[in-house]
């Protein structure tokens, strides 16, 4: 008989809910968790799935949650008593050029932060390991010794005892039929059995994420892609090794080739992730589908097949003996979304999966530790569900989801941009920039110029983990921008007003920072979340009494904006006013801003009349503009932002005035090594949920003597039982062709102390820069310190803040030199 009330309701029996289930449990809730399944456990994509427990994953938040997974996958069996055939066998992933290389010592900086055993090998330490793979063409290798595979519906089961040990409830053949919001605030389950009602509600339905989000309203960017796996027959060779007592080999990976190979019952699992492998069950799969497979299709697979012959002959000697063509879920990036809905108030998602054996341990234990604790434990932006937008439809999944599908053993470069469904969203000025050399990146589905090929470079992107062809050219926007005047198109940044007489009362409850006082004021805030990370960060102008106007990351958007709403009072007091689409913003900056500005505007911009860190409406060659001025590269100048519709005469005006002082147009790659030099923060590296805004030296950012604000009890608390890292800024020494990228290990004396946040090249001190989180006795400037990059240490010592203009001498122009 079916319960008619619990506190948490998870739907989908696959081993992503069942975690979910398992960790609510554990986390005290056991006899008011309820999970259904429409047909048996494992019956949807779990069943099909090889099982491979990958750790590799450039992603910090991902990282995270696979380690944990793998960890307790390992001692799982000992808790609940049942097998759940994990195998460490390792996973020796190959090499096959120096870019790949590049990639994995990258990644192994990443790991060592993060606390996962990587090893590199040379060719011959490979043949050592996997003596029946042939070395020609590699270049090394590395090894997880913590990687292996599992039994899917095993571990599974595994996770359903130890849930049932601790009073949750199964229900299986229980199909759900809809879900709604209750007038009380909760949800109605709606099944075949009967009826539930709940507090909150986790979707772990993989392949019917769709369906399942539009019976809430919710557009759910997941969509399956078909994948194929070859088992075969027995080889006599691996038969021998086993009756010779050796170990199974690693779990081996030709990341090159795009395919991965195991043993199998003495013979092969052969897994490649190929081209033009389609998306599948683009509209949902039918309600009563279990157990299902498609058709397979092995001439899709010669290419892998070919390659992995090639390198393990002994693979072309055995018959196939099955092919599995099975959906797995994918979203348009590859990572899953583990988190809360946009929207709607406790619906929690686990959707998007394509590694979902390795990922489902975390992501129940992250599920958990937000549901019943409110925040999760460790920063989730890599996985957030709100980290893509409407833009996400169908069409826009079908193009991406099949890229991310090809793209999984792709090498992933850190200013990779894909190209699929692109141009999505283009600001007014798009053909322009492009005129002007623009190259361009893509951010929330908006296109941004990341820097422009200027003296005859080819206008096409170079992707590398070292310093590319575009390094030259950021160089020049930098100097330009330094010397006389840049522009900057920002019009992805995510924008919104709040209004209303309730407006000054919420904000300031939001934010730790005080508001601005004065009608044109501009104030940095921050929301931090409830335990005192940072949550947000908005650029807050005060345009009336009851009016405010929020600016804030662009790739943010849905994440910040939801975050607001749903913290919003009900009474009607505080309206929310979505405005980023409606508003375009160019930024001026340089030296020579304010004499350009003044030639196609009345308004006085001087010092006295138009103070930094203050805004005013001005009008630009007819347009009314918000003139706001702040940047985020250390020099003086303004942000203005307009109607979408009057972009391009503003932008025309300043170009047709601007010639003879150096105008010229400058990307995103040069404002990040501008913000460099200025120390300064980004929300998802140097602040993040992990760390207190203390941590991330915010301190003057802070108002702890306003008055209650969200978070700021446990900010205290954090803040009295002292913090464990602080950021500092980073000049590293003897690079000459590859700087940090973030996450790369900070070590003293042979002991990792930290880990770098960002790096790059800052032109205007002409020295190697990185920003990172350090242990606070190690926080004092001239501390030395040693940074790895790309497989080799450099000294690195840390510098006083802001190293470039530390006295604002350039933004605030205080000689009145421009006036």
Known sequence: ????????????????????????????????????????????????????????????????????????????????????????????????????????????????????????LTPGEILELWPMCNTDGLVGGIFHPDDGYIQPADLTQALARGARARGATI??????????????????????????????????????????????????????????????????????????????????????????????????????????????????????????????????????????????????????????????????????????????????????????????????????EWIVDGEPTIDMLGVEPRRFGDYADRNYLLAKNEEAYSHVFIIHYPDEERPAARPLKTAPCYERMRDRGAVFGQRFGWER????????????????????????????????????????????????????????????????????????????????????????????????DDSFYLVSAGALQRLDHDYLRKHMPSDGSVTFEQLTDAMGVLVLAGPRSRELLSRVTDADLSNEAFRWLTAQDIVVDGASCNAMRVNYVGELGWELHHAMADQNRIFDALFAHGEDLGLKPFGIRAMDTMRLEKSYRMVGTELSIEYSIFESAMDRFVKLDKGDFLGRDNLLAWQERGIDNLLVTLVVDGVTDADALGNNALVKDGEVVGRATGGGFGFRLNESLALGMVRPDLADVGTELEIEILGRNYSARVVIESPFDPNQERLRDVNGAND
């Open 449 to 544: 110029p990341n820097w422009f090929a200027t003296e005859g470079m080819e206008q096409v992107d170079d992707w590398s983990f070292r310093r590319s062809k575009w390094f030259e050219a950021v160089g020049r926007e930098v100097a330009n921008t330094t010397s006389n005047v840049g522009l900057l198109d920002m019009t992805a940044f995510a924008k919104c007003r709040i209004a209303g007489p309730g407006a000054e009362r919420f904000l300031d409850y939001m934010v730790a920072n005080t508001l601005p006082q004065k009608t044109g004021g501009i104030s940095l805030c921050h929301a931090l979340n409830s335990k005192g990370g940072v949550h947000s960060e908005f650029t807050i102008r005060r345009d009336a």
């Open 171 to 368: 229900y299986r053949k229980t199909m759900v039929l809809n879900i709604e919001q209750t007038t009380a605030g909760g949800w109605l389950v709606q099944t075949d059995k009967g009826d539930i009602t709940c507090d909150h509600v986790v979707s772990a339905t993989g392949n019917y994420a769709r369906k399942t989000g539009a019976m809430v309203g919710l557009d759910i960017p997941v969509m399956p892609v078909e994948h194929q796996y070859i088992v075969t027959e027995p080889h006599p060779a691996l038969q021998q090794r086993r009756a010779d007592g050796l170990p199974e080999m690693a779990v081996l990976r030709e990341s090159d080739g795009s395919w991965y190979l195991r043993e199998e019952n003495g013979g092969f699992i052969l897994g490649p992730y190929e081209e033009g492998a389609p998306c599948c069950y683009v509209d949902g799969p039918d309600p009563r589908a279990e157990y299902e497979l498609f058709q397979e299709d092995i001439e899709r697979l010669a290419p892998h097949i070919e390659a992995a012959m090639n390198r393990v002959p002994a693979f072309a000697e055995v018959g196939i003996k099955r092919v599995y063509n099975g959906a797995i879920a994918y979203t348009p990036d590859g990572n899953p979304i583990i988190g809360p809905a946009w929207d709607v108030d406790n619906f929690w998602l686990s959707e998007g999966h394509s590694f979902g054996i390795t990922a489902a341990g975390g992501a129940g234990w992250q599920l958990a």
């Open 1 to 120: 008989m079916l319960k008619d009330k619990a506190k948490v309701v998870v739907i989908g029996g696959g081993v992503v809910g069942v975690s979910a289930l398992y960790h609510l449990a554990k986390k005290g809730w056991g006899d008011d968790v309820v999970l259904l399944e429409k047909g048996e456990l494992t019956s949807g994509s779990t069943w099909h799935a090889a099982g491979l427990l990958p750790l590799f994953n450039m992603s910090y938040s991902v990282g995270q949650v696979h380690k944990y997974s793998v960890n307790l996958y390992r001692n799982l069996e000992a808790e609940t008593g049942q097998p759940v055939g994990f195998a460490q066998v390792g996973n020796l992933r190959l090499a096959m050029n120096d870019d790949r290389m590049d990639e994995y010592y990258q990644y192994a900086a990443t790991a060592k932060t993060i606390g996962i055993d990587v090893r590199f």
